[in-house]
């Protein structure tokens, strides 16, 4: 019989998982992974299918995989965030959450299971990869017995809501296609003044400005993570020429993509 090796469940501090660069994680995106963040320090504030939330001291948040989110977090807070494979067969909600935890007991039952991971990871023991799959079980169990407690999922509720979830489940499938805006405002039935205005209302930003920023996540990943030819992301991205693409990444970074990738 093969060895089995389980997906990968990984814990890190938020500084890891930005890679000290802020925009990896204030720029709309979306992971592969689901991702569980623990804010046990400070404050902050983030964006959730288009919904504006602040982020306080004891503070849980998951986002399922696929789900276009924005995280931006106080330079004096401190979180750590597990990271969890869409496939790794975990019993996980399917719509985001964000809840406060205020009971002392499961506060340290949390930071118990997050410190085991990193003992985990630390250690490169036999079997690591299997023991943190075991870990990430504990904590889907952690999880769904605070929700039982006490249900307060993100999802959309209200009109607004619902309208800004869905704009922002279309850029997460559609934003490479370089349709515009107002091509989404119209998938949706609605005016794109209707839509800037439900954004500006649930997000604090507009739609297109979320549009516009994750394009421009994509593009930095591809440049600062990859050796692609600049040519071919321009094209990956629904760039109508490489002149444009460049010109797009210097209004938005004040650099070339030349210059981006030699940040690596």
Not at 74 to 101: C, E, H, M, N, W
Not at 135 to 148: C, D, K, M, P, T
């Amino acid at each position: 019989m093969a060895d089995y090796t389980p997906p990968t469940v990984r814990s890190q501090t938020l500084s890891q998982l930005s890679g000290h660069e802020d925009w990896r994680l204030t720029l709309p995106h979306a992971r592969s992974t689901h991702l569980f963040l623990f804010l046990s320090k400070g404050q902050g504030r983030t964006i959730v299918l288009g919904r504006r939330r602040g982020l306080t001291m004891n503070t849980v948040l998951f986002v399922p995989a696929g789900t276009l989110m924005m995280l931006d977090i106080g330079k004096q807070s401190y979180g750590q965030v597990v990271q969890i494979p869409a496939d790794a067969g975990l019993v996980l909600p399917g719509d985001p959450v964000q809840l406060r935890v205020r009971e002392s007991m499961a506060q340290a039952e949390l930071i118990a299971i997050i410190d085991a991971m990193q003992r985990e990871q630390a250690t490169h023991r036999p079997y690591g990869a299997e023991a943190l799959q075991a870990h990430a079980g504990l904590l889907s169990v952690w999880l769904r017995r605070l929700l039982a407690s006490e249900p307060a999922p993100v999802g959309a509720g209200k009109a607004a809501d619902r309208l800004a979830a869905a704009f922002c489940a279309l850029v997460e499938r559609d934003f490479r296609s370089s349709q515009s805006m107002a091509d989404f405002a119209a998938t949706l039935g609605v005016t794109p003044t209707h839509l800037t205005r439900t954004l500006r209302q649930t997000a604090g930003i507009t739609a297109a400005e979320i549009l516009t920023g994750r394009t421009l996540h994509e593009a930095r990943g591809l440049l600062q993570d990859g050796s692609l030819p600049i040519g071919l992301i321009s094209e990956m991205l629904g760039f109508s020429s490489a002149a444009y693409f460049t010109r797009f990444i210097q209004k938005h970074t004040g650099k070339t993509p030349t210059a981006l990738r030699r940040r690596r």
